[in-house]
């Protein structure tokens, strides 16, 4: 029996964080971020956790938080942009809720990423380069359950496609 919550993934800028608060609101559930998972146990900020100990350090500590995920029920889960990026991650958080991509544009994900600052993996990438992390990381995010398109859509729109993504699931599976 699956764990019953709402995982959020997908590439830096597409509102994970945003979008996961407000629908927890609005379904009334908890809600947790992996990254914050990783600065509560590290008592640093993620620039900080790069700068000191370097990306493969980072993603240990996400390895650790994924496995923490597993004691959460019924929660809405916001995941980190590279956290589904590994072998076998996307099957365990698959095993641990209903996983749903938040895709978009990425010259608009890039911009919202990059004005939001403190995101190690753009600094000192060119677009090209940022262009080839976001195409090696699509084939992961595409194994999530569900997908929305947040294109040109503010959080509360964005919160309303996933509440009917979910819904559509939902009704889906009742009937088979
Ligand atoms: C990362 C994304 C960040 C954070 C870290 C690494 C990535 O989270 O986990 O800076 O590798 O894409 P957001 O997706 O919330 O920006």
Redesign the pocket.
Known sequence: MRADNVILVG???AG??SVGRLLARRLGRCFVET?DLITAREGRA?PEIFRTHGEAR?RELEAEALEALREKSGEVV?T????PCREGRMQTLRALGTVVWLRGDLGELVAR?RRAGA???LAERTAAEVEALYRAREPYYRAAHLSVDTTGLGPDQVVARVLAALRDAHAARALR
């Open positions: 590439f830096m800028g994970k964080s990254d993620i980072f916001a980190g942009g590279g956290l990423a995101r190690p993996m």
